[in-house]
């Protein structure tokens, strides 16, 4: 599969997962930099599953992380790739360090790594793995002694990072010990699988998290002992929790479909995720093609950064207001598949919920924060009848309040454009012809119509549960003991 670079150096990126999980917070912002790096520079965006620690990978994983950037709206170019699948390629790539003397074979047995690293413990020094065979002739091995390959990597000089978002990097090489590149039963290891991966797909720019900036060194000796062009580096800074700490289930970092099941719209995730780290001025929002256009590597922040799901929520607030009623109405649609409730309210759909669902959409937007206060707000729309009201709500209908409201419901019948313009001017005229002030008739009418003291304008309600239901559940109301 090797990649012959496109003539006019088009920036190929890549996602790279191990499928040991659900997306996560993390991996997710990762995916949608290398994502709208491609978009901003016309490039490509592709995706690898390092799936080589068979124990701990699943298939189930994979399909979660695929499922989390499809509903991230991360699309890829081509099919994804399986490290795995690659093994032969990159013991090929093993035996050719080892034929050009770049690599060696080491015997050292696990007990003589022990005694090494003890040694080293006893003498208060750090542990650098000298191998005696890095210049010894593997002839003097006893028959058919198990061995590792190493890099030979250099012990002089330095390794030096020139990445996009942490600035030069430089490591000693004599920091850097010869690291493994083909285990003893004869599997890759990562380092190697990554440098002949990224090279063979053509990768110009690897951006990723800080916590891989110590292999950028590794995978640099590799690329320039195997005479290959580096790529560019850009390692973006971790995301710590909105105290400060370690990013940890309790500050929010589940996986990507948590978010789609709490209600979230993919715009408001990719807008948030992405000023987790980058910043165009002080703007907060931006549309995806916004983003396209204002993506650059080099504007990501150095230091971490904090996620706040309080802020997420308002992002996502922002991007309800800003939706089209029926793409919204169509998340929330796809939503239900995910929500213990769901089967039951598609039901309702199908009866005719979603006609009164879209209906009062409008008046919900400003109130809702996710998906979520969209079903828990409009419950009452597909209720079964009779209502049953909350605790405050069943205090409003006293005697006298349902008295009142069999009385409007007779003013009500009457009305033939049943809208919210109408229906408004029909209840405040019921109102001060009875001496009340549109408060005592509105709330007393919310209890008796939603079953709760909270809903969207109540003649915005009305318009939306339509006449007949309007007047079914107030006579309901009306004879209620």
């Known amino acids: 599969m090797t990649h012959t670079k496109d003539s006019n150096d088009a920036v190929i990126v890549r996602f790279a997962p191990s499928p040991t999980g659900f997306l996560h917070i993390g991996g997710a912002r990762t995916a949608l930099f ?31 992380i695929l499922d989390g950037l499809r509903w991230l709206e991360l699309d890829w170019d081509g099919e994804p790739v399986s490290q795995y699948a690659r093994a032969d390629r990159h013991r090929e790539i093993a035996e050719e360090l080892l034929a050009s003397g770049n690599a060696y074979r080491c015997y050292l047995t696990q007990q003589e790594l022990a005694a090494m690293r003890e040694a080293a413990e006893n003498e208060k020094r750090s542990f650098r793995l ?68 990224d090279h063979d797909m053509g990768i110009t720019h690897v951006i ?18 195997l005479g290959w062009p580096v790529p560019q580096w850009a390692h973006v800074p971790l995301i710590h929790g909105s105290d400060g700490a370690k990013l940890s289930k309790r500050h929010g970092a589940l996986g ?58 308002a992002v996502n607030a922002h991007w309800i207001r800003n939706t089209d009623d029926e793409e919204l109405f169509r998340r929330i649609t796809d939503l239900l598949a995910y929500i213990p409730e769901g089967q039951q309210i598609t039901k309702a759909f199908a009866a005719g919920a979603d006609e009164k669902l879209r209906a009062l959409l409008p008046a919900m937007k400003d109130r809702s924060k996710t998906l979520l206060d969209f079903v828990e707000g409009g419950r009452f729309l597909w209720a079964d009848r009779p209502l049953v009201p909350d605790a405050k709500a069943a205090k409003l209908l006293d005697g006298p309040a349902r008295e009142m409201l069999a009385r409007l419901a007779l003013h009500l019948k009457e009305l033939t454009d049943w809208t919210a313009e ?31 003291t909270v809903s969207p304008s109540i003649f915005d309600v009305m318009a939306a549960l339509g006449k007949d239901e309007t007047l079914a559940r107030l006579q309901e109301t009306a004879h209620s003991a």
Do not use: C
């Not at 990723?208 to 002992?225: K, P, S, W």
């Open 256 to 313: 990507a479909e948590a978010y789609r099941e709490m209600g979230y719209l993919p715009v408001a995730m990719r807008n948030y995720l992405v000023r987790l780290g980058w910043s165009h001025g002080d703007d907060e929002t931006f549309t995806t093609s916004q983003l396209i256009e204002w993506f650059d590597i080099d504007a990501i922040n150095k230091a971490p950064a904090r996620f706040d799901i309080q802020k997420l929520e």
């Open 130 to 197: 000298v191998s005696p065979w890095r210049d010894r002739d593997p002839s003097e091995a006893p028959p058919d002694t198990p061995f590792v390959i190493r890099l030979r990597a250099p012990n002089e000089g330095q390794t030096v990072i020139n990445d996009h978002v942490q600035g030069e990097v430089t490591y000693a090489n004599k920091e850097l010990d010869d690291l493994i590149i083909l285990r003893s039963d004869g599997s890759p290891t990562y380092n190697l699988a990554v440098v002949v991966d």
């Open 208 to 225: 990723r998290g800080v916590d891989h900036l110590t292999n950028a060194a590794r995978q640099t000796q590799i690329y320039q002992l």
């Open 422 to 452: 109408p229906i408004e001017a029909t209840i405040r005229e019921f109102a001060e012809s009875d001496g009340l002030k549109l408060g005592k008739v509105a709330q007393p009418l919310r209890a008796a119509l939603t079953g709760t």
């Open 34 to 64: 290398n994502w709208l790096y491609a978009k901003a520079k016309g490039g490509k965006f592709v995706l690898r599953i390092e799936d080589t620690d068979r124990e701990r990978n699943s298939e189930e994983a994979v399909s979660a």
